[in-house]
């Protein structure tokens, strides 16, 4: 499976949405590679075994995985008004995800050296 054929298999109210997320991680994450991983999208900086980004579409939300520590550390301000476990980041509506700030954290994901996953 590749990621258009997950897109596919989405409920029909969260697929441009998740197009929308999808296209941010492939425009802001240059330099990584766009995988399926435990059955969702993971996005792996090229030469790394593990992925620093990943979103899947769950029963009850959407959920934005952010790995690294450094970042979710630096972002803890903003994350704070949102619905965050340890490194997952939950929307239950699609037409409330916090678009910029994904853009904000997968841009500091880019700059970031590699290393400091969960």
């Known amino acids: 499976m590749d990621v258009s054929a997950y897109l596919e298999g989405v409920p029909e109210a969260r697929r441009p949405a998740l197009t929308r997320l999808r296209e941010l991680c492939l425009t802001e994450l ?57 490194a997952c980041l939950r929307f239950r509506h699609p037409d409330r995800i916090d678009f910029p700030l994904l853009r904000d954290l997968l841009q500091a994901t880019a700059k970031a050296p590699p290393g400091l996953i969960c």
Do not use: C, N
Not at 56 to 70: E, G, N, P, W
């Open 30 to 86: 240059p330099d990584f590679e766009e995988r399926i991983a435990y059955g969702m999208p993971v996005y792996v900086r090229r030469g790394a075994a593990e992925g620093e980004i990943a979103w899947a579409s769950q029963k009850q939300y959407i959920s934005f995985y952010l790995m690294r520590t450094d970042v979710r550390e630096a972002f803890a301000d903003r994350l704070a008004a949102h619905d965050m476990g340890k």
